[in-house]
């Protein structure tokens, strides 16, 4: 038996927001929720500056909706591994993103030319032997002072790792801690490597009041998802 690179999501490239949005549902909020507060995220820190993004494992371009919707300024190059996903994605016909399948390891684009690099849900999809490779390929395509954002579940938070337990596409998925994503980012050359947790509470209506306290908590290890962002 060949040994597991990447985690194959052809098989759901076209149900992936509804097998998502069904796994999620006790979270109070569906899949494009949670697409676009990552990219809202992302906009804390980027503000509205032009930049070229690339979105390494895109996926069916979910992303890509959010980033045209509240990044009027970025030009998105995304990549992923997955034929039937990128297809998908291409049905969104969207003006400021071209979408690419390659081979998962050699990103194909030259060297230092992107000002931001955004990997989300995709690390645990990726063997670990490749973690190292892959992280350095995004160092190559990124400008000096480019950043990188990587969004990942947060395994020390056990309502995160029962979502990942039952969901179809995380069969075969293994988590990352933050302090191995951290270590991964400064092993490869990144400096200003930070860490925030995120998705602390539901989203249930209810709820709502104290989701503005969310960001003073981003410290704390328990959020159901953490980034981390870090610069070349
Ligand atoms: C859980 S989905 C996340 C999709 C998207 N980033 C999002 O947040 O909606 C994981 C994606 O990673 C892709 N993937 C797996 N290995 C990859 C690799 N080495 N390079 C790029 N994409 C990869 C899969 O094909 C899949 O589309």
Redesign the pocket.
């Known amino acids: 038996m060949s040994q597991r ?6 098989r ?2 076209s149900d ?1 927001r509804d097998v ?1 949005t069904k796994n999620i549902r006790i979270s109070g909020a569906d ?1 494009f929720y ?2 676009e507060f ?1 990219v809202k995220e992302i906009m804390r820190f980027e503000e509205n500056r032009k930049s070229y993004c690339l ?9 890509e909706v959010f980033i045209d919707k509240h990044f009027p300024a970025v030009t998105v190059e995304a ?4 034929q039937a ?1 990128i297809l998908e994605a291409e049905k969104k016909k969207l003006k400021r993103a071209s979408f690419t399948v ?4 050699t990103i194909p684009f030259e060297d230092n030319c992107f000002d931001m690099v ?5 690390m ?3 063997a670990f032997n ?1 973690h190292e490779s ?1 992280i350095k390929e995004t160092l190559r395509v990124l400008k000096p002072g480019g950043r990188i954002y990587i ?1 990942e579940h947060n395994p020390l938070n056990p309502f995160t790792r029962y979502l990942v337990k039952t969901c179809a ?2 069969r075969d ?1 293994r988590l990352l801690s933050h302090g191995y994503c951290k270590r991964l980012l400064t092993g490869a050359g990144y400096r200003e490597v930070n860490t925030h947790f995120l998705l602390f509470f539901p989203r249930m209506k209810w709820i709502a009041p104290l989701l503005r306290r969310e960001q003073s908590l981003g410290w704390l290890p328990l959020g159901a998802q953490y980034l981390c962002r870090a610069i070349k």
Do not use: P, Q
Not at 56 to 62: A, E, Q, R, S, V
Not at 79 to 82: A, L
Not at 118 to 122: E, R
């Open positions: 690179r990447f985690d194959d999501f052809n759901h490239a992936y998502h899949s949670f697409a990552k979105d390494l494992g895109c996926g069916d371009g979910t992303t990549v992923d591994v997955s996903s390659y081979d998962g390891e955004l990997i989300a849900s995709v645990h999809h990726i490749l892959v969004f596409f995380d998925a």
